[in-house]
C-alpha cells in the first residue's frame, strides 16, 4: 500500500517549469505564423468557398463549427502531426524520413488544387528561406524533394531553425491557419470583422487541445480522409465563380 501511495504521489508531482521562450525564437514563430509571409496562404480557402457556394456555411455559427472540425478532423490529423514529425526528423538529421513525409503529404492531398497548395507553399517557403541566407545544408536536401517540398515539411524546418520547442512550432502553424481560414470566411461569406475575430478567438482556444492530439499520433495513426471536403474540393476546380485558388 506505501508503495502504491507513493508511486501515486511521485506521478501527480508537478512538471518542472520550462524556461521562458527567446525573444528570438518568438518573434521567428510570430514571422513564420503571419499572413505577411510571402507564401500566398492568403490565396486559398482550403474547400471552405465551395461549401459557402453549396449553402452549407452560410453565416457565422456555421464558419465557426466548419472550420472547428476541419481543425480537429482534418488538420490535427494530418498537417499538424507531418510538423510534429519532421519536426524530430530534421532535428536528428533524418532526411530519409523528412523525405518519406513530404511524399506522404503529396500523396494524400484529396484533390488537385489541395496538391498544389501544400506544393506552392512548401516551393514559397523555400525559397523565402533561402533568401534568409542561413546555409543549412537541410534546406538544400529539402529543394530535392519530390515532387516539391510540400508546406508541413517546409514548414517544420523553418520551426527547426527557430530554436523554438515542437509544441510552440505547431501552435504557430495551427494559429497561421487559423487565420488565413478567417480571413477566407470573411470574403466569401461574407462576415463582418467582429464575426471573424469571433471565430479566430474560438481556433485559438482550440488549437492547443489540436496540437496536443497531433503531437500523440503514431505514424499509424496518422491519416487524412474527409470526404466531403475532397468532393467540395473537387467541385470548386470548375466553380463558375470564385475568389481563391482553394
Not at 527567446?22 to 509571409?37: D, G, K, R, V
Not at 536528428?92 to 523525405?99: M, N, T, V
Not at 537541410?138 to 509544441?167: E, I, K, M, N, Y
Not at 501552435?171 to 480571413?183: D, H, K, S, T
Amino acid at each position: 500500500m506505501q508503495k502504491h501511495v507513493r508511486a501515486t504521489t511521485l506521478r501527480r508531482l508537478p512538471r518542472p517549469a520550462r524556461p521562458p521562450l527567446a525573444a528570438t525564437s518568438l518573434l521567428q514563430l510570430i514571422w513564420l505564423a503571419s499572413p505577411a509571409l510571402p507564401v500566398g496562404g492568403f490565396s486559398y480557402s482550403e474547400g471552405l468557398e465551395s461549401a459557402v457556394d453549396a449553402g452549407l456555411v452560410t453565416n457565422e455559427a456555421q464558419a465557426a463549427a466548419w472550420l472547428a472540425d476541419q481543425l480537429h478532423l482534418s488538420l490535427a490529423r494530418s498537417e499538424l502531426a507531418v510538423v510534429g514529425k519532421a519536426f524530430g526528423a530534421w532535428q536528428r538529421g533524418d532526411l530519409a524520413g523528412a523525405a518519406e513525409l513530404n511524399a506522404w503529404v503529396a500523396t494524400t492531398r484529396e484533390s488537385s488544387e489541395l496538391r498544389q497548395q501544400t506544393e506552392q507553399m512548401g516551393r514559397s517557403l523555400v525559397a523565402w528561406l533561402k533568401n534568409r541566407g542561413s546555409g543549412d545544408h537541410r534546406l538544400a536536401a529539402l529543394d530535392t524533394f519530390a515532387p516539391a517540398p510540400t508546406w508541413p515539411v517546409a514548414f517544420a524546418l523553418a520551426g527547426v531553425q527557430s530554436g523554438a520547442p515542437p509544441r510552440e512550432v505547431l501552435l504557430a502553424f495551427a494559429f497561421g491557419w487559423a487565420e488565413n481560414m478567417v480571413q477566407a470566411a470573411l470574403k466569401a461569406v461574407p462576415l463582418g470583422q467582429n464575426a471573424g475575430q469571433r471565430i479566430l478567438l474560438a481556433l485559438a482556444d482550440q488549437a492547443p487541445a489540436a496540437v496536443d492530439h497531433a503531437l500523440g499520433l503514431m505514424n499509424s495513426e496518422r491519416q487524412a480522409f474527409t470526404p466531403m471536403l475532397a468532393v467540395l474540393s473537387s467541385q470548386h476546380e470548375t466553380q463558375y465563380s470564385r475568389l481563391f485558388r482553394s
